[in-house]
């Protein structure tokens, strides 16, 4: 941090040529070593996850009697050893990945579209309908989050996994709201909305050609930090007992009985708890590098 | 005895597009108590050039180059080094005095931490002086400004509590960088009366920033006129005026009412935009614009020429007779 | 100042009666009731019945809803379903201390951590030293609590035999590291990734480049112009950030066994012991109304712009 004057790099080189921001914001994101490899990451889980309990010959709840909580072994065949009841671990872990990866996307996806709405509405509505709207969120966010979807999942009597990502988006949209109010009456303040209004351009074209690409961006960066947000709630959730109930399983609930497990069987907890850190960093890593190719400062 | 002397200074900047060069082969002597203007449009140069002597480009750029201050090599020292030498013996004035101050430390902590620092001075002494240089700068009611928060200035008080930061230590180079573009035209001729005060009652040489030829006119006894990264006329401040050389400083001049070549005629812009940095013609950089262009133009970039007794000028035109 | 802050409660009364409403109808309105485990057992439908008249659950919600109303003026959070012969108030004044003293010995330990680490990784903005220091906090934000504490339980507790796995101790200091650090460690990554985006962000502004042209040293430059303008993202983290802590981390309180209200929530959510859960909820938002009070006054003292009014 020693520069002073740092404007003049980008200004330069946006005067030098008339590539699309879009073009731009890829080209720095292919740039970014650590978010393009995380994506591969997530790729491959997402497919595994998929694919390795389909394939499997063995099934997630399958009793191998013989071998209860033997640890990871390629001889007999259980990669990630079993646990306590003698299930297989490998496919379970997968499995789980199926539901943690799932309960975050949906959960984000419900809260993206609550979110959106209710941002845009009251941006664009504005006046004293959109501060009452901003009011309302006001008094949601003195909830505590954790604490709001335990109270729902409890409520709703919720042992269901439509349920708890329903629940995790009910709540979670707030901050999305937030973003696309902000963002929406901001760029309606900006001196070329003003300037397309004078020239008499119709509001729908406004909106898809300025309003909409300036939001577009930091939603995408949200919603890439709200999936792992969303899979570590769904995980707490699981671990408390108030998620996914067994024969089903995820993430936080392998790793709930991994902990009880922690002495005699610590390999339990390491597999679930690996892959499970490892989605959060690669959402993470995608989500900053988003951030910074879309929102370039040179830091 | 000149104080500042700057040969063959080249700025780059490397960017997501390769490499931009900002400034290329700026040379200048500055005198002791000189007032010595740069002209140009945005973008040509003319900031960066001093940025670049003092060590404040942004971490992507580089210079090169020599930069000698009372004969001290300065370009490219080590931040020990420079921090002796910047607000100490160069002091500098930025163009928006609204964000150049920082917003939660009182006027007068700002104006004496430098001379604290490089003096030794303690708070008393460091304010008595302070007084001295707020009376110099025309605030009046110095003591309350000085414990106000910049907010509490309007935006021509807060250009004179710049200038009077910069000039705590009693610097021998003065760089103004566009001082006055962000401000009302009145307080813009009460800013410039504090500089001309300034060059008229002390040593301190100083160097002017602007795209505004008026400001120039006034106060500088020299002026370089920069475009593209390049000095494209240099000389004393007549016959830049007068004897105008290069048909960028005619364009310039034409532009601005009061300065017409002819009255009678109407304010003449200059036709076209600026190079981009990357994509320089490879001649002469004005002679896309230019009125007066030959084929040669294209290819030859046009040394400074010299025209007795001390005008340069860059155009192919000058080797004419 | 005065009646800044005065119109600033003022305006939190009707919030925090919002929510007291919202949060009532919501679990008011859920199927089946607290005695409901019982009522398919052998217990005497009459008891249920009178149980249900003693804590005035025959009576229609808005009766209800102003009878819980009439006790929150005065402090009465209502008695406990779930535990008998406890009050609501008495669960959270056995729980809320430790769950504080937790909480913000973490917040403090992450403050404390988390800016230095800040501070040093802008210092050294791309460079090792910075990507070290920030792939640790990346490391910290994403290794979930539920996984760093019963490793740290099983390391230091089990293997090393140094410190407690569980249990409380009347908060000796002992008991408090591992919870403390489990805590402490997504602080620490939050904090050092907020410090280092705001002074960097900071330090490309107009006074910062006044700053240098003075011929600052770096130390001066950065603490005394950076980073009070990098705190004002940092205060906006930590006032919800304290609430958060201060009510308890479900998860650390589960794990190390500890008494306080976090645990107390998830029990009563479980339990539909719907007082408690209510009684929680409602501390956690008048903590959050009060700190972000506190954090817009923070916001004055750190910018004097703000302070007009």
Not at chain 3, 258 to 285: C, H, K, Q, W
């Amino acid at each position: 941090m020693t520069g002073a004057s740092p404007t003049v790099s980008l200004e330069m080189a946006a005067r030098a040529a008339g590539r699309s921001p879009w073009q731009d914001a890829w080209r720095r994101f292919k740039r970014n070593r650590a978010a393009m490899v995380s994506i591969g990451v997530i790729v491959v889980l997402a497919l595994s996850s998929i694919l390795v309990p389909a394939l499997s010959s063995r099934a997630i709840e399958d009793v191998h009697w013989d071998y209860l909580t033997i640890a990871p072994s390629l001889a007999d065949g259980f990669w990630f050893g079993t646990d306590v009841n003698g299930r297989d671990l490998f496919v379970r872990t997968f499995y789980a990945g199926r539901i943690s990866l799932a309960i975050g996307v949906l959960a984000t996806g419900v809260a993206l579209i609550i979110g959106v709405i209710y941002g845009a509405v009251a941006g664009y509505v504005g006046g004293w309908v959109g501060n009452v709207m901003m009011r309302f969120c006001d008094v949601l966010y003195a909830l505590p989050t954790l604490f709001f979807i335990v109270i729902l999942v409890t409520v709703l009597g919720a042992k269901n996994i439509l349920f708890v990502f329903m629940c995790i988006g009910a709540v979670e949209w707030l901050t999305m709201a937030r973003i696309v109010r902000g963002q929406t009456l901001s760029v309606r303040q900006k001196e070329y909305i003003e300037a397309a209004r004078a020239i008499g351009l119709p509001t729908r074209i406004i909106l898809r050609r300025y309003i909409i690409p300036n939001v577009i961006g930091p939603v995408i960066v949200y919603v890439t930090l709200l999936i792992p947000v969303n899979i570590l709630i769904e995980s707490y959730l699981s671990f408390l007992g108030l998620g996914v109930q067994e024969p089903m399983t995820s993430w936080g609930l392998l790793i709930s009985q991994g902990a009880a497990e922690l002495e005699n069987a610590p390999w339990m907890i390491l597999f679930p708890a690996t892959f499970l850190t490892l989605t959060l960093f690669c959402f993470n890593f995608i989500g900053d590098g988003l951030r910074d190719a879309l929102d370039p400062k040179d830091y | 005895m000149s104080v500042l002397v700057c040969t063959d200074l080249n700025v780059r900047f490397r960017t997501d597009y390769g490499e931009i060069q900002a400034v290329r082969d700026f040379s200048l002597t500055l005198a002791k108590g000189e007032c010595v203007g740069v002209v140009g449009e945005s973008g040509s140069g003319k900031s960066q050039t001093f940025m670049a002597m003092l060590g404040l480009l942004a971490d992507n750029g580089r210079a090169t180059g020599s930069v000698k201050l009372d004969g001290q090599e300065i370009l490219n020292a080590p931040r020990s080094l420079l921090n002796t030498v910047r607000g100490s013996r160069v002091g500098m004035i930025f163009q928006d005095p609204m964000s150049s101050l920082t917003p939660f430390l009182k006027v007068g902590e700002q104006m004496c931490e430098g001379l604290m620092h490089h003096q030794g001075l303690s708070m008393s002494a460091a304010r008595a002086r302070a007084m001295e240089v707020l009376e110099l700068v025309r605030i009046p009611d110095a003591k309350r400004r000085f414990n106000q928060y910049p907010h509490e200035l309007s935006g021509g008080m807060k250009q004179r509590v710049m200038i009077g930061q910069a000039i705590m230590c009693k610097p021998a180079v003065l760089v103004a960088d566009e001082p006055t573009t962000a401000l009302d035209v009145t307080v813009q001729a009460q800013i410039l009366e504090i500089l001309e005060g300034l060059k008229a009652h002390t040593d301190t040489a100083i160097v002017m920033i602007t795209h505004d030829l008026g400001v120039v006119a006034g106060i500088c006894d020299r002026v370089q006129v920069m475009y593209a990264g390049r000095v494209v006329e240099e000389g004393p401040i007549d016959d830049i005026f007068h004897r105008t050389r290069h048909p960028y400083t005619q364009g310039l001049l034409r532009s601005v009412p009061g300065f017409e070549l002819d009255p009678t005629q109407p304010l003449a812009a200059i036709a076209g935009q600026p190079p981009a940095p990357d994509a320089l013609p490879p001649g002469c950089a004005f002679a896309p614009r230019c009125g007066y262009v030959t084929p040669t133009c294209a290819t030859t970039v046009p040394p400074l020429a010299v025209r007795p007794p001390a005008q340069r000028a860059a155009c192919v035109l000058e080797a004419l007779p | 100042m005065l009646s800044y802050i005065l119109r600033r409660l003022l305006i939190a009364i009707p919030t925090i009666l919002l929510i007291v409403v919202l949060s009532f109808l919501i679990i008011t309105a859920a199927p089946g009731g607290p005695f409901d485990a019982q009522e398919g057992g052998d217990i005497d439908p009459e008891i249920i019945a009178n149980l249900r008249a003693a804590y005035n659950l025959d009576k229609p919600i808005s009766t209800q809803l102003f009878l819980y109303m009439k006790g929150l003026v005065t402090g009465d959070l209502g008695p406990s379903f779930a535990f008998r012969g406890r009050s609501v108030s008495e669960i959270i004044a056995n729980g809320f201390p430790v769950s504080a003293q937790l909480g913000l010995s973490a917040i403090g330990v992450g403050l404390v951590i988390g800016m230095l680490f800040g501070v040093f990784a802008a210092m050294r903005k791309n460079t090792a030293a910075d990507y070290a220091v920030m792939s640790l906090s990346m490391t910290g934000i994403a290794v979930p609590t539920f996984v760093t504490a019963p490793f740290l339980a099983l390391i230091f507790g089990l293997y090393l035999k140094l410190l407690p796995i569980a249990g409380w101790g009347d908060g000796a200091l002992r008991n408090m590291i591992l919870p403390v650090t489990a805590l402490a460690l997504p602080k620490i990554g939050v904090i050092a990734r907020i410090t280092r985006g705001a002074m960097l962000e900071v330090s490309r502004a107009n006074h910062i480049r006044t700053a240098r042209s003075k011929g600052l040293p770096e130390s001066i430059v950065i603490w005394r112009h950076t980073l009070r303008a990098a705190l004002i993202p940092i205060v906006s983290y930590l006032g919800p950030a304290i609430a958060g802590v201060m009510t308890g981390s479900v998860i650390i309180e589960q794990i190390f066994g500890l008494p306080g209200i976090g645990r107390s929530f998830v029990e009563g959510a479980l339990n539909r012991d719907y007082p408690v859960v209510m009684g929680i909820t409602i501390l956690y938002a008048t903590l959050i109304i009060v700190l972000n009070l506190i954090t817009d006054l923070i916001y004055r003292v750190l910018d004097p712009r703000i302070r007009k009014d």
